[in-house]
């Protein structure tokens, strides 16, 4: 089976030495979906920032990471055209204030190759796939007039925009209620078994581990410490 990502050896240390990712290794296969899981500041979103590619510039990255078979720099170039796109937890500062929805869905669709005669009914089309009633609508409104959940829907969207091979949800639903967390959670899914997505979800919830990946991998001060095979823990 072909890897979505395959990680060796990755470092990140800062420019006075401090280690902070600790030679992590691990795989994810096409379509798979892998929680990463561990104490706040074990390092998840570094690793995660690494195999995106959005590294801050005053840190430091080592190791061999590839995406769907093609090796990329650990580190700071944006690897939405390699096919990795994120989700992260406060979707009311991933979102531009002054942009309007499609506006901001029209600029990702057109930078991945949409002509922009059709990125209007494109746009439309991804807000639809992420459960909006009334995608056409939706277009028109400004961040700030959509709930957290339904900006949280707005940049799994966007994320979908670039077509990614890999999506990386890191705490999507921290900042929201049961139930929207919920519907969240569900749009990935539904999205990823459509697009056969693999999927790395960081996630402090057990029960959102367990239930919605296959497996997850542990780490603990920057250090990769087990994979258990059914998200316990
Ligand atoms: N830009 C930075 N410069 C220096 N240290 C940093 C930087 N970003 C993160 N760190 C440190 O690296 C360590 C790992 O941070 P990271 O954000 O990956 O943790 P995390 O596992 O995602 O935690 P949380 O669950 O709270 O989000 C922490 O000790 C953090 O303070
Ligand atoms: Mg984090």
């Not at 990680?7 to 691990?26: C, N, W, Y």
């Not at 104490?39 to 990471?65: E, H, R, Y």
């Not at 919830?205 to 990946?213: E, G, I, K, S, Y």
Request: net charge neutral; proline share 4%; aromatic share 2%.
């Amino acid at each position: 089976m072909r890897h979505a990502v395959h990680v060796r050896g990755l470092r990140v240390h800062t420019a006075s030495g401090t280690q902070l990712v600790d030679d992590v290794s691990f795989t994810l296969d096409e379509a798979e979906r892998v929680a990463l899981v561990g104490a706040s500041g074990s390092g998840k979103s570094l690793t995660a920032a690494a195999v995106l590619g959005t590294l801050p510039v005053t840190l430091n990255a080592s190791g061999a990471i590839s995406v769907c078979g093609c090796d990329v720099l650990p580190g700071r170039l944006p690897r939405s055209r390699a096919g990795v796109a994120a989700v992260h937890q406060d979707p009311s500062t991933a979102l531009n204030p002054l942009l309007r929805v499609g506006d901001q869905l029209g600029l990702v669709l057109r930078a991945h190759g949409t002509r922009a005669s059709v990125a209007s009914s494109a746009a439309a089309a991804l807000l639809d796939e992420v459960g909006f009633d009334d995608p056409d609508a939706l277009l028109w409104r400004y961040p700030a007039e959509l709930s957290g959940g339904q900006r949280q829907r707005v940049c799994l969207a966007i994320a979908l925009a670039c077509r990614p091979r890999l999506l990386i949800a890191d705490e999507p639903t921290t900042a929201l209620d049961l139930d929207t967390q919920e519907q969240v959670l569900d749009a990935i899914e539904r999205v990823r078994q459509r697009h056969g997505t693999a999927l790395m979800l960081i996630t402090h919830d057990r029960r959102v581990a367990t239930t919605r990946t296959d497996r997850a991998i542990r780490m603990a001060q920057g250090r990769l410490v087990d994979e258990a095979a059914d998200a316990e823990g």
